[in-house]
């Protein structure tokens, strides 16, 4: 009798035992599945994330302007997040000279550009062949008399150095605003295209001599007095505020030299163009470059 129920405890205690190791081994089973479920869903979401970045960058559409460091990269950089929203990448090319933004904008090489004003715009697409149109006057940067060995107008002396531009256009508004300043004369008709062949009257027999632009400043301590640009005057660490004659708010320069947006003929309409002027002509673009540059860059917009 005793060892009949020695032998049924034997078998109760095998069975319970192996029920503890299958419900052991079901719920390991199921831990398992539920750490492999969790991982999958996080590689899953992971990867769903990363396709959703991957997709937002190639989304946007590069924009690529080519621009004047000063002020004109400076002005574009404000529209770049703006622009981002909009769908485009703005992607700005730095220059230091008036040729090769219009050269890489004629060759396909840019979307836009925009350090330049019109005249100078439509002298170059004469003289170069070139296509090029403006889309949209931004601003107007007063030309500056700036003092080199002389530090001021009054003591010029006879035969004294006078720095100008070698371009063009940019050579009769220098031209332009000496006469302003009572120093030459020029012929009635010469206006905006005016050279030194132009000047008829030279009291002090003034020494013109033709620069490229942007060596002006690093000119000065060469010359008497030297008539530089607006930006290269900005880039040379000089203020308006600093010059010694400036062109005025109602002169012919101020209603002509407007900086403007230019594109290749035949992308007037197309969307990059729309939204790179839409983003730049603003509100807020006009209250940072009034901020910023005070009376040394006047918005026309």
């Known amino acids: 009798m005793k060892k009949k129920n020695f032998t049924v405890l034997l078998a109760t205690l095998a069975l319970g035992a192996a029920l503890l190791t299958g419900c052991g081994s079901q719920e390991s089973t199921a831990d398992d599945a539920a750490t492999a479920e969790t991982t999958e869903n996080t590689e899953t979401t992971e990867s769903a ?31 770049k ?19 090769l933004p219009n050269t890489a904008l004629e060759d396909g090489e840019l979307d836009a550009n925009f350090f330049q004003h019109q005249p100078y715009l439509d002298d170059f697409n004469a003289e170069n062949g070139t296509h090029l149109v403006s889309v949209a006057a931004v601003h107007f940067e007063p030309f500056g008399l700036y003092a080199g060995k002389t530090s001021s107008l009054d003591e010029l ?8 531009p070698n371009d063009t256009t940019n050579e009769a508004r220098a031209l332009l605003l000496l006469e302003a300043q009572g120093l030459i004369k020029l012929k009635e008709d010469a206006g905006l295209s005016a050279t030194v062949l132009d000047i008829v009257e030279n009291p002090l027999n003034l020494e013109i001599k033709e620069i490229e632009a942007a060596q002006l400043v690093r000119s000065l301590p060469d010359v008497d007095i030297a008539a530089i640009n607006g930006n290269y005057a900005a880039e040379g660490g000089l203020n ?27 992308n007037e309409d197309s969307a990059k163009t729309k939204a790179l002027v839409d983003a730049v002509l603003s509100d807020d673009v006009k209250t940072y470059i009034n901020d910023t540059y005070g009376n040394a860059v006047i918005p026309v917009f």
């Open 240 to 266: 308006v505020a600093d010059a010694i004659a400036v062109e005025a708010s109602d002169s012919l320069a101020a209603d002509t030299y407007a900086n403007v947006i230019a594109v290749k003929e035949g």
């Open 81 to 99: 997040d703006k622009l981002a929203e909009e769908g485009y990448d703005l992607e700005i090319v730095e220059y230091n000279d008036y040729v």
């Open 157 to 164: 002396k006879e035969g004294a150095s006078v720095a100008v």
């Open 49 to 79: 994330d990363s396709a959703a970045d991957a997709s937002d960058t190639q989304e946007l559409e590069t924009i690529k302007v080519g621009a004047s460091i000063t002020p004109h990269a400076e002005i574009l950089a404000q529209v």
